[in-house]
């Protein structure tokens, strides 16, 4: 059974940082690429961060760039979103998702696992 479990969220005030975490367990996740989402209250799921199976390609949604960093760990099975200079904007729940493809992927359909979700506030 595949598994996708995230961690790190929490309460910051803006400017701070957070990384999440996801790990990944039930397959083989070298071979996946993955992606961070966030849905805000009210609001569409929204592409935050892909990174490509090797994790030689990465790609942010503009209003992260510069602040947040998608990474995979040296097993390509956990994937990490680092998070600098929070904004009030960026309050959320954070979801990782997994894609049994190679590439970068931006849509929430094209992604085949999900994770639960950590929420993430953000304090003015």
């Known amino acids: 059974q595949v598994r996708l479990v995230e961690s790190g969220g929490g309460l910051v005030q803006a400017g701070d940082s957070l990384r999440l975490s996801c790990a990944a367990s039930?397959?083989?996740?070298?071979?996946?690429?993955m992606g961070w989402f966030r849905q805000a209250p009210g609001k569409e799921r929204e592409f935050v961060a892909s990174?490509?199976?090797?994790?030689?390609?990465?790609d942010y949604v503009d209003s992260v760039k510069g602040r947040f960093t998608i990474s995979r760990g040296d097993a390509k099975n956990t994937v990490y979103l680092q998070m600098n200079s929070l904004k009030p904007e960026d309050t959320a729940v954070y979801y990782c998702?997994?894609?049994?493809?190679?590439?970068?992927?931006?849509?929430?359909?094209?992604?085949?696992?999900w994770g639960q979700g950590t929420q993430v506030t953000v304090s003015s």
């Open positions: 998702a997994a894609v049994s493809r190679r590439g970068l992927w931006y849509r929430a359909h094209e992604y085949d696992y």
């Open positions: 039930g397959r083989t996740f070298s071979s996946y690429a």
């Open positions: 990174i490509s199976w090797s994790g030689g390609m990465t």
